[in-house]
């Protein structure tokens, strides 16, 4: 009989002692393996004095007998790199008084685990750096929380949110999902004030109240998809519309999706519309793209593209020609 790996095999038990009985297929959807491969796991762990009981029949499923006590946690080499970039990274990630949660989850994590996993998890903390987006605004843990609980169960919510100009208004939401994305935490949802799509900055909710009342999340409705195109689109001081003289996919390769929005042209090539209120910010990324384009409009972006490339060779130097022999 082959051997099942042990990782795989610790991952299925650390499932099933979350007290809910799990089919068959979650349960290999979960591992990464066929349902013929869970079966021999859970009679591995059988074997081993596990008390996992199967159901039978279609919706038969997998759970740990009533009572039984776990031993305490086990870490592989690779769980335990994931624990400690996982908390590496929730330390950069802009949440409200999360720091103290963050030590003291390390703190426990340590007591537990077996010395040479424990200096791996101090290994990571000391050396390795994330270069995340430095948030741009805090957002609150318990907003998180609650909008992320509301989202999951697919229950509307009643938010009291201040916008830009400190204006507050009252509205309920449909939160489809949040995202943290260029330094700030965002919500995403169906907003019945606007009839619309919206994006909502946490920094900005000053309430979460869950209304009884329910809704249908769109079927694979993508929430950092949506917050990246809603950043890229935000009304501002200047519209851009370019011609890229290049193909959709290579655009959408070479185009970070904040810069704008992109479409194929009708007669060829590439329309990017771009919203800004910085031309000269815009010059500058234009300068990195690594096919030729055509300005269409403002023609403030070609004065502010032309002043850019004075910029770049007046700090590049002046060219010296090759003295003669």
């Known amino acids: 009989m082959m051997v099942a790996p042990t990782g795989r095999v610790l991952a299925v038990l650390e499932l099933l002692q979350s007290g809910h009985g799990l089919g068959g297929a979650e349960l290999a959807r979960r591992v990464g393996v066929d349902r013929r491969t869970v079966r021999r796991y859970v009679v591995h762990l059988q074997q081993l004095g596990v008390p996992v009981e199967a159901t039978r029949g279609r919706d038969g499923g997998y759970a740990l007998r009533p009572g039984f006590k776990l031993p305490p946690m086990m870490f592989s080499a690779d769980e335990a790199l994931a624990l400690a970039v996982g908390l590496r990274a929730a330390s950069k990630l802009g949440l409200d008084g999360i720091t103290p949660a963050i030590a003291s989850t390390q703190a426990k994590l340590e007591r537990v685990m077996p010395t040479d996993l424990r200096h791996r998890l101090g290994d990571v903390e000391q050396t390795v750096q994330l270069d995340l987006a430095r948030p741009f605004a805090v957002g609150a843990t318990g907003t998180l929380v609650a909008l992320s609980a509301a989202a999951r169960r697919q229950q509307r919510v009643r938010l009291r949110y201040r916008n830009v100009d400190q204006a507050d208004s009252e509205r309920e939401v449909d939160v489809y999902g949040l995202a943290y994305r260029g330094g700030g935490w965002y919500a995403v949802g169906h907003c019945h004030l606007r009839q619309d799509l919206r994006c909502f900055r946490l920094d900005r909710v000053q309430s979460v109240e869950a209304l009884p009342a329910s809704f249908g ?67 500058r990324e234009l300068s990195r793209l690594p096919f030729g384009f055509r300005i269409l409009k403002p023609v403030a972006l070609k004065r502010a593209l032309a002043a850019h490339a004075r910029r770049l060779l007046e700090q590049a130097g002046p060219t010296h020609s090759p003295t003669a022999a």
Do not use: C, K, Y
């Open 217 to 283: 999340r769109p079927e694979g409705f993508d929430v950092l998809a949506h917050l990246q195109r809603a950043i890229a689109t935000l009304p501002r001081a200047h519209a851009v519309s370019l011609w890229l003289d290049t193909d959709l996919a290579t655009a959408r390769r070479s185009v970070f999706v904040e810069l704008g929005s992109l479409a194929a042209a009708p007669r060829g090539g590439v329309r990017l519309a771009v919203q800004a209120d910085d031309l000269a910010w815009v010059a």
